[in-house]
């Protein structure tokens, strides 16, 4: 069916670094640009990164700019987030978020559940 | 950077109707679209394009946009609906695209 699987959370020190995954399924995932969005304990939606459908465009929070990279495999369906020098204020649950259609600044039509991302010593 | 407000909080009672405004610099402008989230799920799609209900979507549920206010409007709420609820536009007023979430709203049904 169609669904995201996000995966390869976990918890990691200050100044570590950790790779999100997100497996697409039931849809065709080369044709449609791509979002993570995280989620702090208890606080609202925070959008993190957007990569379009072919990998040639990329934005990035200031939160996050020049710390973490979207890419995609569009052969292995594959989303994914390299995050670097992690800070305790980026653990978060972490979504990946489909978008609707061919429009890049559409809505988001479909959500992984999230994994958790943990950032302690 | 662009700023869109919600109240942190709404109650309403079984049956009435709660409205969810977010509040942004001329956001008739933009397209708004509204996200429930409950406890321990992901966010789901209600509203998109200001007025648009995916399908699944109640018709209780409906949205407007005019001026600095976008509001969600739940009509007849019942029990089920109480969640977070979050509404989301693009904004290309600096360098570069970027999403943008209010902050999101409880609705709490007394």
């Known amino acids: 069916q169609v669904q995201l699987v996000e995966s390869g959370g976990g918890v990691v020190q200050p100044g570590g670094s950790l790779r999100l995954s997100c497996a697409a399924s039931?849809?065709?995932?080369?044709?449609?640009?791509m979002h993570w969005v995280r989620q702090a304990p208890g606080k609202g939606l925070e959008w993190v990164a957007f990569?379009?459908?072919?990998?040639?465009?990329?934005y990035y929070a200031d939160s996050v700019k020049g710390r973490f990279t979207i890419s995609r495999d569009n052969s292995k369906n594959t989303l994914y987030l390299q995050m670097n020098s992690l800070r305790a204020e980026d653990t978060a649950v972490y979504y990946c978020?489909?978008?609707?259609?061919?429009?890049?600044?559409?809505?988001?039509?479909?959500w992984g559940r999230g994994t958790l991302v943990t950032v302690s010593s | 950077s662009y700023v869109l407000t919600q109240p942190p909080s709404v109650s309403v009672a079984p049956g009435k109707t709660a409205r969810i405004t977010c509040g942004g610099n001329?956001?008739?402008?933009?397209?708004v679209h509204w996200y429930q989230q409950k406890p321990g799920q992901a966010p789901v799609l209600v509203i998109y394009?200001?007025?648009d209900r995916p399908s699944g979507i109640p018709e209780r549920f409906s949205g407007s946009n005019s001026g600095n206010t976008a509001t969600l409007t739940i009509s007849r709420v019942e029990a089920g609906d109480e969640a977070d609820y979050y509404c989301?536009?693009?904004?290309?007023?600096?360098?570069?695209?970027?999403?943008?979430f209010g902050g999101g709203t409880k609705l709490t049904v007394l």
């Open positions: 990569i379009r459908y072919d990998g040639s465009n990329k």
């Open positions: 394009y200001d007025s």
């Open positions: 039931g849809f065709t995932f080369s044709s449609y640009g």
């Open positions: 978020a489909k978008v609707f259609g061919l429009d890049d600044y559409a809505y988001f039509d479909l």
């Open positions: 001329n956001i008739g402008s933009k397209s």
């Open positions: 989301q536009v693009w904004d290309s007023s600096s360098d570069h695209p970027y999403v943008v």
